[in-house]
């Protein structure tokens, strides 16, 4: 099982970026699927969830508006839409796979928002 986040990096505030999650090794299509994201000194959190074919999202107060998450089940892909970012975004993303009380993790990809 593989799931690797890819497309972080460093952006102004207001700024935009796209993250991805390459998915690989179990039945993607039968997922549900989450971001998470962990800034230091802080707890992990979800920001975004989807289901398994897409016909559900949502979002925490403090995403929702300016994030989008969505899915393509062909490519074994989730994405998240990250518009408007504000220095308080600023942290590690991951995306997560759950499924009947399994949970799959990745290895995470930096966001630093910063002028």
């Known amino acids: 099982v593989q799931l690797v986040e890819s497309g972080g990096g460093l952006v102004q505030p207001g700024g935009s970026l796209k993250l991805s999650c390459a998915a690989s090794?179990?039945?993607?299509?039968?997922?549900?699927m989450s971001w998470y994201r962990q800034a230091p000194g802080k707890e992990r959190e979800r920001v975004a969830f989807i289901t398994s074919i897409g016909e559900i999202t949502n979002y925490p107060g403090s995403v929702r508006g300016r994030f989008t998450i969505s899915r393509d089940n062909v490519k074994n892909t989730v994405y998240l839409q990250m518009n408007y970012l504000k220095p308080e975004d600023t942290a590690v993303y991951y995306c997560?796979?759950?499924?009947?009380?399994?949970?799959?993790w990745g290895q995470g990809t930096q966001v630093t928002v910063s002028s």
């Open positions: 090794g179990f039945t993607f299509s039968t997922y549900r």
């Open positions: 997560n796979a759950y499924k009947d009380g399994y949970a799959y």
